[in-house]
């Protein structure tokens, strides 16, 4: 199985040795954006501002978490922002997997 986690959706491509299996793959509707989405809420409900999604994509991304808010920093890497947004969308995807599974029985 590999599990590819794109913006909006994440696709779980299942293979038998090397041989793609489609029509056991399937997409969760879960994606980046989703993590990006709870950051946003979590800094609107700390600091009462609401960043882009593509500002907290880029401190993400380029700047090691390091999220600037005016003259504040505010470290994404912090509990309360990425790790329990990236959780939350890992649980999400789990438990798709984890059901898609089970229905199918493959």
């Known amino acids: 199985m590999v599990v590819d986690c794109g913006t909006q959706t994440t696709n779980v491509g299942v293979f038998e040795g090397l041989r793609f299996v489609g029509p056991q793959s399937f997409?969760?509707?879960?994606?980046?954006?989703?993590?990006?989405?709870?950051i946003q809420g979590a800094?609107?409900?700390?600091f009462g501002?609401?960043?882009a999604l593509d500002d907290i994509?880029?401190?993400?991304?380029?700047?090691?978490?390091?999220?600037?808010?005016?003259?504040?920093?505010?470290?994404?890497?912090?509990?309360?922002?990425?790790?329990?947004?990236?959780?939350?969308m890992a649980q999400t995807i789990i438990a798709e997997?984890?059901?898609?599974?089970?229905v199918a029985r493959w």
């Open 27 to 38: 997409t969760v509707q879960a994606g980046m954006s989703d993590v990006w989405e709870y």
């Open 57 to 88: 994509d880029r401190a993400l991304r380029d700047n090691a978490g390091k999220y600037m808010l005016g003259a504040r920093t505010i470290d994404l890497n912090e509990p309360e922002y990425a790790p329990t947004a990236v959780q939350q």
């Open 97 to 102: 997997i984890q059901t898609t599974w089970k």
């Open 49 to 51: 501002r609401k960043p």
């Open 43 to 46: 800094i609107n409900r700390d």
